[in-house]
């Protein structure tokens, strides 16, 4: 197992995490985050977790630079990659959904999208194609991670100018995701419909 692989694989490992540290009841244990008060609530929990989700999303980076740079890309690690960036944004959206910190529209786009263009690259795969990324589909991705992250930190500190960055980061990503998704599809509509030469 290469180096990329094991970031990749340290990158679920962190999304697990994450998520445990997000759902789990821990005032009925008797376990209570401080709320740090600096004229905005930052819940030392979610402050914790942003962290976490910035070293996970570093590690998004460096897995496929390395890959990249090394000669070291495989069909383990790029299943693994696709696995563990779902692992690490769509559990987050549906938790800050939950919460009411977003819209339940953007889980629901995000997760949809997902599935959509999954299924367009495994048919493209079973005839022998590559579907490549898509600038639009970056775009999402980076656009996305960083909502996220503002997420975390309270739209620190563009609270303070009364921005909401965040959630203009989060509904941008949104809308490049139905973007993204149409372009794939219209990219490889051809080859989706075509016969299988097998």
């Not at 938790?95 to 367009?120: H, K, T, Y």
């Not at 080859?191 to 030469?197: P, Q, W």
Request: charged letters at 15%; proline letters at 4%; a positive charge.
């Amino acid at each position: 197992m290469n180096l990329p692989t094991k970031l990749t694989i340290s990158r679920i490992i962190l999304s697990i995490f994450i998520i445990l540290l997000l759902i789990f009841p821990f005032q009925a244990v008797g376990i209570y985050f401080p709320v740090i008060r600096s004229g905005i609530d930052l819940d030392l929990k979610y402050v914790i977790a942003g962290i976490l989700f910035i070293v996970a999303s570093v590690t998004d980076f460096l897995d496929g630079y390395l890959a990249r740079k090394n000669n070291q890309v495989t069909d383990l690690g790029k299943m693994l990659d696709a696995i563990a960036d779902k692992v690490l944004v769509n559990p987050i959206l549906i938790i800050f959904a939950s919460e009411g910190l977003i819209s339940p529209i953007v889980p629901v786009v995000i997760v949809v999208r997902d599935i959509v263009v999954n299924a367009i690259k495994m048919e493209a795969a079973s005839k022998g194609k590559v579907v490549a990324a898509i600038s639009s589909g970056k775009m999402k991705t980076a656009s996305l991670m960083i909502g996220i992250v503002l997420v975390f930190f309270a739209n620190f500190p563009f609270v303070y100018l009364n921005i909401h960055l965040d959630l203009l980061f989060i509904y941008f990503a949104t809308i490049m995701s139905l973007v993204s998704m149409v372009q794939y599809y219209q990219l490889n509509k051809k080859i989706i419909f075509s016969e299988s030469k097998n």
